[in-house]
T-cell receptor, first 116, second 111 residues
Framework: DAGVIQSPRHEVTEMGQEVTLRCKPI?????LFWYRQTMMRGLELLIY????????DSGMPEDRFSAKMPNASFSTLKIQPSEPRDSAVYFC??????????????FGEGSRLTVL | DAKTTQPTSMDCAEGRAANLPCNHS???????VYWYRQIHSQGPQYIIH???NNETNEMASLIITEDRKSSTLILPHATLRDTAVYYC????????????FGTGTRLTVIP
């Protein structure tokens, strides 16, 4: 069974460009999380969805960041316009929430973003 | 708000048991203790979780004190591949709340 799939694995772009990161959660999972990891700040939760609905986006840095989950099998994290300080590894994770779930998060391999 | 505190780093000799402590003095009655680890450049990986009883699986053992204010993750026979950052987290099992990762403990297994 495939795990959480993220694309692209690596992205190098120039300041001001739009960046779109994609995530396919594990089939059957109903929670999806976007995290960002940097050396300075560690692993930060940006936003999470339950049943495709955004529940908490308080971790989103600013209006340049937006996330969508149009259906249970796909989510995007968009940065527009991108800035050098957005350079980080972005992780997507999914989980089964509710009585049947143990709360274990399954992480993808991450998307390494470099903004020049 | 950090709900757990862990040592920044630890070393362990290969083949010996690695004991990683975690303090969670403000844990609520319905919150579980979860452990994850992150090997360099990979996404975090679930290890184990528990409420108040000790737990064991193929990867590790989790010992939770009776007052639930602290716990210890035990890797019984550490290998070089266990070198990673280990995160201790508290949350409601299966709950809709997020998982907050602190700074974790960087475990280095020494040959």
């Amino acid at each position: 069974d495939a795990g959480v799939i993220q694309s692209p694995r690596h992205e190098v772009t120039e300041m001001g460009q739009e960046v779109t990161l994609r995530c396919k959660p594990i089939s059957g999972h109903n929670s999806l999380f976007w995290y960002r990891q940097t050396m300075m700040r560690g692993l930060e939760l940006l936003i999470y969805f339950n049943n495709n609905v955004p529940i908490d986006d308080s971790g989103m840095p600013e209006d340049r960041f937006s996330a969508k989950m149009p259906n249970a099998s796909f989510s995007t994290l968009k940065i527009q316009p991108s800035e050098p300080r957005d350079s980080a590894v972005y992780f997507c994770a999914s989980s089964l929430w509710g009585a049947r779930g143990t709360g274990e998060l399954f992480f993808g391999e991450g998307s390494r973003l470099t903004v020049l | 708000d950090a709900k757990t505190t862990q040592p920044t780093s630890m070393d362990c000799a290969e083949g010996r048991a690695a004991n990683l402590p975690c303090n969670h003095s403000t844990i609520s009655g319905n919150e579980y203790v979860y452990w994850y680890r992150q090997i360099h450049s990979q996404g975090p990986q679930y290890i184990i979780h528990g409420l108040k009883n000790n737990e064991t699986n193929e990867m590790a053992s989790l010992i939770i004190t009776e007052d639930r204010k602290s716990s210890t993750l035990i890797l019984p026979h550490a290998t070089l591949r266990d070198t990673a950052v280990y995160y201790c987290i508290v949350r409601v099992e299966g709950g809709a709340n997020n998982l907050f990762f602190g700074t974790g403990t960087r475990l280095t297994v020494i040959p």
